[in-house]
């Protein structure tokens, strides 16, 4: 069964600052999802990445998926308190398989 | 996209006690989910709901604890039956749009049914 560990579980830091989350897997995957959960709401879809080395932006979150496709991560420049959430990532095989998640919370 | 809703938003129940969970999607979907979570944490698959057709669970759920029903392409339910404190979480339905070809599908998610058993 393909495991997908996410790094660190927990993060807390001041506005302003950089961090990185990571996501990676026992094996290679077909395609990656990384979502954003807010409390009180369902996860939101923030980005698919689909090719070994594919680099996507999303206004300040920079998504990367590794060479060989076992492993991507998520970047967040001057992180915001809106950033605050639930971090998943998640492949979709035959069904879905969601990461252990990362919770941020970013201080003002 | 889809706009999903779910009916109770939250709910205290008794030991015992068995809960339906609604869930209305605002257009015809193939693929619906349903997940648990606890607060804080990752999400696990329950079940597909499957329409007009026996759910698909995967392994640790039961069809006598989470019955599930699909009647139409917008709809579905997940009851939890004879409920114990180990229930408490959060269940999430989801829909899927599938594009066929692969990084094109999105998973679109309710807002989750906050369930806490006494």
């Known amino acids: 069964t393909q495991l997908l560990e996410q790094s660190p579980q927990f993060l807390s830091i001041q506005e302003g600052e950089n961090l990185t989350v990571y996501c990676n897997s026992s094996s290679v995957f077909s395609s990656l999802q990384w979502y954003r959960q807010e409390p009180g709401e369902g996860p939101v879809l923030l980005v698919t990445?689909?090719?070994?080395?594919e680099v996507k932006k999303l206004k300040r979150l920079t998504f990367q998926f590794g060479d060989a496709r076992k492993d991507s991560s998520l970047h967040i420049t001057a992180a915001q308190p809106g950033d605050t959430g639930l971090y998943l990532c998640a492949e979709r095989t035959y069904k879905y398989i969601f990461g252990t998640g990362t919770r941020l919370k970013v201080l003002a | 996209s889809a706009v999903i809703s779910q009916k109770p938003s939250r709910d205290i129940c008794q030991r015992g006690t068995s809960l339906t969970i609604q869930c209305q999607v605002d257009?015809?979907?193939?693929?619906m989910f349903w997940y648990r979570q606890q607060p804080g944490q990752s999400l696990t698959l329950i079940a597909t709901?499957?329409?007009?057709?026996?759910?698909?669970?995967e392994s640790g759920f039961v069809i006598d604890k989470f019955p599930i029903s699909r009647p139409n392409l917008t709809f579905s339910t997940l009851t939890v039956s004879n409920m114990s404190p180990e229930d408490s979480s959060i269940y999430l339905c989801?829909?899927?749009?599938?594009?066929?070809?692969?990084?094109?599908?999105?998973?679109?998610f309710g807002p989750g049914t906050r369930l806490t058993v006494l």
């Open positions: 990445v689909v090719t070994g080395g």
């Open positions: 709901a499957n329409q007009g057709s026996e759910a698909t669970y």
């Open positions: 989801s829909v899927e749009d599938r594009r066929g070809s692969v990084g094109t599908d999105t998973q679109y």
């Open positions: 257009s015809q979907v193939t693929m």
